[in-house]
């Protein structure tokens, strides 16, 4: 089975950084690999995709509301895929998710998602 656990939110001002965690366990359960994936989402707004890491670290994606403050990366050795911010802005403020998906199909239809895990950017 597949567990997502994130970690790292919390409260800054404008222009500050926070790195969120994710502990994932069973990205490769049973021969199958996983790409993970962070979303986030607004009070009164719909979840949207943030970005993502392929199963093995070598590919990265970020939305370009995020590109160039967001980073993602992975540790494979402890399982686990960091999500680190800088420049936060206030319309950063979210709830943000981790969540994973099979290699072979779209990570922006995640099959698992962690608890969340808030964001607040302060002005």
């Known amino acids: 089975q597949v567990q997502l656990v994130e970690s790292g939110g919390g409260l800054v001002q404008a222009g500050g950084s926070l790195r969120l965690s994710c502990a994932a366990s069973?990205?490769?359960?049973?021969?199958?690999?996983?790409?993970t994936g962070w979303f986030r989402q607004a009070p009164g707004k719909e979840r949207e995709f943030v970005g993502s890491v392929s199963w093995n670290g070598d590919s990265t994606y970020t939305v370009d509301s995020v590109k160039g403050r967001f980073t993602i990366s992975m540790d494979n050795a402890k399982n686990t895929v960091y999500l680190q911010m800088n420049n936060l802005k206030p319309e950063d403020t979210a709830v943000y998710y981790c969540a994973a998906q099979l290699s072979s199909s779209d990570i922006r239809t995640p099959a698992y998602w962690g608890q969340g895990t808030q964001v607040t950017v302060s002005s």
């Open positions: 069973g990205l490769t359960y049973r021969y199958s690999t996983y790409n």
